[in-house]
């Protein structure tokens, strides 16, 4: 990888030039950007696509320093790219805010006497 957090999108179809690159394919790029913005706080993200033997990917780059698509690459460990992974697969946790219940007693009801 080029830096930290970079992600291949490769599609699983043969696709020849970018203008045929599927929607759904984009669209996990975005998603994959907003995650890496979220868990690895870089200074941005770049989304590129290229060719690479006639077959078209995207880069999700995230940029640190001055990193681009050209920046020297590194060999990433096996268990950075395992503690990559689990960041990135993390879900992100609800917070459900429950409103504290008022316990209805004598003190704070008024009901109206009911004559029989």
Known sequence: PISYGHTIIIP???????????????????????????????????????????????NVLPIYKDENINSKRYQAKPKELQELQKKLMKKIESKIIEEPKEEINEKNTWLPKRIP
């Open 12 to 58: 699983k179809d043969h696709i020849p030039s970018s203008d045929k690159m599927p929607n759904e394919a984009q669209l996990l790029a975005d998603e994959i950007s907003k995650k890496i913005k979220t868990e690895l706080n870089p200074k941005d993200v770049i989304i590129s696509s290229s060719n690479l033997f006639g077959h078209e990917i995207i």
